[in-house]
């Protein structure tokens, strides 16, 4: 039996990176898999190799910072599993486009708002009625490290990713009595193809990171203990996976 048999869990972002790998390992422990992601080839992609290795997954497709879309995403979900028990909110992430507020592209602050903050929130809103439903569930939100230690130079993205942050928080206190957790995952640099393409190792974080960057199965692998009963009694926290970088 797997740690996730019997589960249903929609991830955001599942086409890629570190959204793709919590799909890989959430159906590998028998989840059914709910793949959103407004890249219908990478959210197809995802799919064929869960069901390749014999798993179970459905993708959708949309955009997590429109009302409609994630209403759409959620009902095809629901209409293919009968109920979500854990939802992981991936899509998202900076561009090189965000700098201190001095210099940042506004743009670019209300892009990363909307996808990154409000896009969780939307997620949130909407799958928290089914999961109240089905008497409990396991929200996992991904914050960044830059919401939790001082760090410059994106400060669109920092002021975003705490906004997740804190409302995970609200949201742990007022679902606990529907037996709902809602935990933060905080990661340092995670080498997806996407950051591996202007990463630089003099980037403090990732200079800092004494067991070095982490890879994005590293974070399926917390992902994979927040989603599971093993963390029944954890909500409200904020996990940090940085290698270390936050204590050097
Ligand atoms: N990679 C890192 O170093 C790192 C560090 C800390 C936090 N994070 C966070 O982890 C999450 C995933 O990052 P990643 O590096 O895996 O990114 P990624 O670009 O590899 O994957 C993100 C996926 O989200 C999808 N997506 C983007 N915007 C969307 C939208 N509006 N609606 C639906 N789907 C959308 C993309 O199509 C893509 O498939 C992001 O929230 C990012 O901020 C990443």
């Known amino acids: 039996m797997g740690r996730l048999a019997g589960k249903t869990a929609l991830v955001t972002g599942g086409g890629n990176g570190i959204g793709r790998a919590c799909v890989l390992r959430f159906a590998e422990e028998g989840a059914q898999m709910i793949v959103a992601d407004f890249n219908p080839e990478a959210a ?15 993708p959708v497709t949309g955009d997590v910072s429109d009302e409609a879309s994630v209403d759409q995403m959620v009902a095809a979900g629901v209409d293919a599993f009968g109920g979500i ?5 991936s899509a998202g992430g900076g561009s090189t486009r965000d700098g201190p507020v001095t210099e940042l592209d506004l743009d670019e602050f209300w892009r990363t708002v909307r996808v990154d903050l409000f896009g969780t929130l939307l997620c949130c809103r909407k799958v928290i ?12 939100n991904i914050s960044s490290l830059r919401a939790v230690i001082g760090t410059h130079g994106a ?15 609200a949201i742990a206190m007022q679902w606990a009595k529907h037996n709902i957790r809602a935990n933060v995952m905080a990661p340092g640099v995670v080498l997806t193809e996407r950051v591996s393409a202007f990463i630089k190792e003099d980037n403090p974080i990732y200079r800092k990171s004494l067991l070095g960057p982490s890879e994005p199965e590293d974070v399926a692998s917390l992902a994979l203990y927040l989603a599971s009963d093993e963390s029944r009694r954890v909500t409200g926290a904020v996990l940090r996976l940085d290698g270390g970088a936050s204590i050097y």
């Open 44 to 58: 197809g992609k995802v799919v064929e190799e869960v069901a390749a290795a014999g798993g179970k997954a459905v």
């Open 85 to 89: 028990d854990i939802l992981l909110n």
């Open 129 to 140: 009625p089914e999961m109240v439903r089905a008497g409990g569930g396991s929200i996992i």
């Open 155 to 169: 400060d669109a993205y920092t002021a975003s990713k705490g906004g997740v942050l804190s409302m995970t928080r």
